[in-house]
């Protein structure tokens, strides 16, 4: 894993005053809003200063079409009924129930069920591949079942989503007898990974927020990379600022270099991602800023489109298995979210099993599930080539508990050498991907050798990051320069002087083996 204390030892943060949004020391509460700064950067709703009433964008189309609708969405508490007593608006600034529970976005599945399933599955395709705004993005293109009551102007998108649902032919064929096997490349997205899915949602919702004048002066998050990387584009693009919490040391540079790069307030801190949770649920209770982690439920709002978008890629039909890697546990509550809505609105007759993947090295959930889901403990996470995924905390853990249960779930763990040498085997079928897929394809081949997945089964693989987040790992897995690691599938360069009859030994042996 590549060190990143070089790169901020040498990084000086932007200067940050005199500035309204600059946060004063203190436990003093702020009541002032994005909307009402003089940051004199655009959002990415108002037009260009040279832009006309007569411009014609994909906006002022969007304007034009506006329909009127009766849908809605909630804050509930999670895991309670229709009925609950307890519920927020999604314009109130909220985290945690009364008794300090989970929330969940409850929709008014009613309203969404006096259309049928053939509805919503003409509606969702009609919008597949389009610029209309905002539905040229694969989150928004199911905005009724995201955030119904968002106005269009106030969403801060990148086209994201709609990722592709690779047929992993070559790697089902050879290591696994399997000809239905697919990767959804949720990390082939605007910053690198699924994270846009959700931050689309939540920074629309924070934008909304300010133009309606309520006191938010940012954003912020925890993140081992990914979050803070599409928390602060997002931000960027709306004029947002965002303040990011990273554990010292222990993210990628190619992770670290997105914040910075998009003119995020970085704090490196000398603790490991809990730590940084703990710390940034503790500011955002005391300062206005707006906490973006997935202990949000919003985020999850967005992530569930990947599960809609999977069932509308197989045409509406369902796949056997999904598997997802797993850390802070959002995620994989969301996928189930995403499925349970299309079959209780009619647009499927069933849903898949899911999988959650963990590194054996940060492995709370696996655990957890080992011991019958008996008295859930924390655990300190070590290292781990998954470094996104180091985390033995987990904020929505009583969600996956939740998704699993309802879809007759399993969980795999993956060691060092498992998930390393797992993607090195995905990668050497053409894939690049990041080491949490290797997470999740080692919990494919273990549930596959054991006969649980069976050959013929349609399976889904979760891909959650871009492989070029994560060249170091895959530089020392090539290198054979991990300590106590075989790299089996370790393809080194080989070294020739710079003349005819050396390269064509070289090439002569090479070839022998074809
Ligand atoms: C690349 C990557 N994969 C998987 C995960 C796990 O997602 P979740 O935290 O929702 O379980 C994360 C973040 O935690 C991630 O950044
Ligand atoms: N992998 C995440 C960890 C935080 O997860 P979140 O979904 O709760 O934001 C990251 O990239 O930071």
Redesign the pocket.
């Known amino acids: 894993m590549a060190s990143a204390s070089s790169m901020l030892i040498s990084y000086t943060p932007p200067s940050r005053s005199p500035n309204p949004r600059h946060f004063p020391v203190g436990r003093r509460r702020l009541a002032v809003s994005c909307a009402s700064t003089s940051d004199p950067a655009p959002t990415n709703h108002s037009p260009p200063a040279t832009a006309t009433a007569t411009i014609h964008n994909i906006r002022d189309e969007a304007r034009r079409h506006r329909q009127a609708h009766a849908f809605s969405a909630k804050y509930v508490p999670f895991g309670c009924d229709f009925t609950a007593s307890e519920s927020y608006s999604l314009d109130e600034i909220v985290y945690r129930s009364r008794s300090g529970g989970l929330l969940d976005v409850q929709h008014d599945m009613d309203a969404l069920k006096k259309f049928d399933g053939a509805y919503w599955k003409n509606l969702f395709d009609s919008r597949v591949g389009k610029t209309t705004w905002p539905y040229g993005s694969g989150v928004w293109s199911k905005k009724e079942w995201v955030l119904p009551e968002i106005d269009s102007d106030h969403i801060v998108s990148a086209f994201e989503g709609n990722s592709n649902l690779f047929w992993a032919e070559r790697f089902g064929k050879h290591f696994l007898g399997m000809d239905d096997l697919w990767v959804k490349h949720c ?1 082939i997205s605007h910053t690198g ?3 846009d899915l959700g931050m689309t949602v939540l920074v629309s919702q924070v934008n909304r927020l300010c133009k309606m004048d309520r006191p938010v002066v940012g954003v912020g998050c925890a993140s ?4 803070s990387a599409a928390l602060s584009a997002y931000c960027a693009a709306a004029g947002i600022p965002s303040i990011v919490f990273l554990p010292a040391d222990k993210i990628s540079m190619a992770q670290l270099v997105q914040p910075i790069a998009n003119g995020a307030f970085v704090l490196s801190i000398d603790t490991d991602f809990d730590g940084c949770m703990k710390l940034i649920r503790e500011v955002t209770a005391e300062l206005p800023i707006y906490l973006a982690n ?1 202990l949000n439920s919003l985020r999850l709002e967005g ?1 569930k489109t990947a599960a809609i978008e999977i069932l509308q890629q197989f045409d509406w039909e369902v796949p056997d298995w999904v598997i ?11 996928f189930y979210k995403g499925f349970k809505m299309c079959h209780e609105l009619g647009l499927v007759d069933r849903i898949p099993r899911l999988v ?1 993947a963990q590194a054996a090295n940060a492995n709370p959930l696996y655990l957890y599930y080992k011991a019958g889901w008996k008295d859930f403990k924390a655990v300190k996470a070590n290292n781990t080539f ?1 470094s ?2 180091q ?1 033995g905390d ?1 904020v ?1 853990i009583d969600r ?1 508990v939740y998704a699993l249960q309802k879809s007759d779930g399993i969980v795999e763990e993956a060691t060092e050498e498992e998930l390393m040498d797992a993607m090195a085997q995905a990668d050497s079928t053409g894939m690049f991907i ?1 080491p ?2 290797g997470v999740a394809l080692t919990a494919l081949i273990k549930l596959r050798n054991s006969g649980v997945i069976a050959p013929t089964d349609r399976t889904v693989v979760v891909s ?2 871009h492989g070029l ?1 994560f060249t170091q790992s895959k530089i020392e897995y090539h290198s054979k320069a991990i300590p106590d690691m075989a790299c089996q599938y370790a393809n080194p360069p080989m070294q020739v002087k710079a003349d005819f009859g050396s390269v064509m030994d070289v090439l002569q042996d090479y070839l022998k083996k074809y």
């Open positions: 990390g990974s699924f994270k081992t990379g990914d979050t997935s992530q997802v890697p797993g850390g802070n546990l959002g995620n994989i509550y969301a959650c998954a996104a995924i985390i987990p929505s996956a990041c949490h897929t959650t990051a987040k």
